[in-house]
């Protein structure tokens, strides 16, 4: 069984300041982690997966996501905040090959403060 | 590449209705697909697994009959809403499990929009 804990459903961070968004999972199998965006209206992008290679992730738009097996979590971060970050993201797991089926965390929505 | 569209984006039915949404993979082959649904500032729920040629394979609680699923070719699923109600309008959302060169990762389409009046 498998499941993602995201602590936080809502965050607020000024534009220019660093984005920490906080992901837990739980998986009886090596997991792999994915984050994706979701703007208003619109199906889920993808910005970053961890796939058991390098447990730093770099995605897209600067965003980033450290795997610690140790702590079992995998949080996105990006440096430096940007309006165009304003959006609800979600982390998810499956268990890889044979095991695809998604399970999500519950979501948190980002704002950012002018 | 690995583009995924869902049609209709919108959707407005009277209650007793049926629904069809269309899923499909524009540049790649989806031996399976899947089919979420999203409340309003919630998280996706899975509604079903639908694998090309054969029956798809529902979560527990949702209703086979209700949300009926074919995935008659490799790049096409849908999914019909029979005698839909207003508690049925939701955000569906699709998605297409692309191959082992994406290390089987799961492309999403746009979502639908469906309102029953």
């Known amino acids: 069984a498998q499941s993602v804990t995201q602590l936080g459903s809502h965050v607020s961070v000024s534009e220019g300041a660093l984005v920490l968004l906080r992901c837990n999972y739980s998986s009886s199998v090596p997991p792999y982690l994915f984050w994706y965006v979701q703007y208003p209206n619109q199906g889920l992008q993808l910005l970053l997966k961890?796939?058991?290679?390098?447990?730093l992730v770099k995605g897209i738009n600067g965003f980033e996501a450290e795997f610690k097996k140790s702590e079992t979590s995998f949080h996105l971060t990006k440096p430096s905040a940007h309006m165009s970050d304003a959006a609800e993201y979600f982390c998810?797991?499956?268990?890889?090959?044979?095991?695809?089926?998604?399970?999500f965390g519950t979501g948190t929505r980002l704002t950012i403060i002018p | 590449g690995a583009v995924v569209s869902q049609h209709p984006s919108r959707v407005i039915c009277k209650s007793g209705t049926s629904v069809k949404i269309e899923c499909r993979s524009l540049d790649f082959q989806a031996t399976t697909m899947f089919w979420y649904r999203q409340f309003p500032k919630k998280s996706l729920m899975l509604m079903a697994t639908?694998?090309?040629?054969?029956?798809?394979?529902?979560e527990q609680g949702v209703e086979k009959d209700k949300f009926l699923i074919n995935h008659a070719s490799l790049t096409l699923s849908t999914l019909t809403v029979t005698s839909a109600h207003p508690e049925d309008s939701s955000f569906y959302i699709c998605?297409?499990?692309?191959?082992?060169?994406?290390?089987?990762?799961?492309?999403f389409g746009p979502g639908t929009r469906l309102t029953v009046l």
């Open positions: 998810a797991v499956n268990g890889g090959f044979g095991n695809e089926k998604l399970t």
């Open positions: 998605s297409a499990l692309a191959g082992e060169w994406t290390y089987n990762e799961q492309f």
């Open positions: 639908s694998n090309e040629g054969s029956k798809a394979t529902y």
């Open positions: 961890y796939t058991s290679a390098a447990t």
